[in-house]
Nanobody, 124 residues
Framework: QVQLVESGGGLVQAGGSLRLSCAAS????????MGWFRQAPGKEREFVAA????????PYADSVKGRFTISRDNAKNTVYLQMNSLKPEDTAVYYC?????????????????WGQGTQVTVSS
């Protein structure tokens, strides 16, 4: 399994921006597809975005499409989530996840490794 550490969460006003980072311990990071998920209080963990190891496939949840952008830097073993035009309903703990292969799936059950999560709070 890959060790993942998220950072960049915090408190922001509605309409603001945050950039989350997820650093991976694995030297073969480039062989992993990476995903971001989030979990709000009382809700199930849901898919946000994913990026294939080749960077050519980047699916997004409909709720964040056009506002969030996922990217990766394989030289730094890091995946990012740029979040713009944040809304109060984006408030959640955001998790980074990794899976072997090049298919960026949306089901959390398809990911093998998870970070500890970083809290994002958007005030109205």
């Amino acid at each position: 399994q890959v060790q993942l550490v998220e950072s960049g969460g915090g408190l922001v006003q509605a309409g603001g921006s945050l950039r989350l980072s997820c650093a991976a311990s694995e030297r073969t990071f480039s062989s992993y597809t990476m995903g971001w998920f989030r979990q709000a209080p009382g809700k199930e963990r849901e898919f946000v975005a994913a990026i294939s190891r080749s960077v050519s496939i980047t699916p997004y949840a409909d709720s964040v499409k056009g506002r969030f952008t996922i990217s990766r830097d394989n030289a730094k073993n890091t995946v990012y989530l740029q979040m713009n035009s944040l809304k109060p309903e984006d408030t959640a703990v955001y998790y980074c996840a990794a899976r072997k292969g090049n298919i960026p799936l949306r089901d959390r059950g398809d990911y093998d490794s998870w970070g500890q999560g970083t809290q994002v709070t958007v005030s109205s």
